[in-house]
């Protein structure tokens, strides 16, 4: 009888592009939600950074999988620079 032999680690090969896909979503939350504190086209503004990271994303599903999962991480502090600058600057607060 053979023994199956378990993989260690992420497979990022196959799970790459649906983390990818999981942290955009996250980006899109976190995008909506400063709705609390920031007016409605700021929260436009936060929305208008994530869309270039879709066809990123899908470009590079097939092309790189492995890197396509990290894609996310380059729109966190994109994120967190419009934020600071529209509290900074545009006077958004709770």
């Known amino acids: ?7 260690r680690g992420l ?10 896909v999981g942290g955009l979503l996250i980006l899109l939350w976190l995008a909506i939600a400063t709705s609390t ?5 700021g929260v436009v503004l936060h929305v208008v ?9 899908a470009r ?6 492995r890197a396509c999962a990290f894609v996310p991480l380059v729109g966190l502090p994109l994120l ?3 934020t600071a600058v529209g509290v900074g ?3 958004w607060s709770a």
Do not use: K
């Not at 504190?37 to 086209?41: S, V």
């Not at 950074?49 to 994303?57: A, G, Q």
């Open 37 to 41: 504190y920031a007016p409605w086209w």
């Open 80 to 82: 967190a620079a419009v």
């Open 60 to 65: 590079w599903a097939r092309g790189r999988p």
């Open 11 to 20: 497979r990022l090969e196959r799970s790459g592009p649906w983390i990818a």
């Open 89 to 91: 600057l545009g006077g």
């Open 1 to 7: 009888m053979r023994r199956r032999r378990r993989s």
């Open 49 to 57: 950074v994530i869309v270039p990271l879709v066809p990123w994303v």
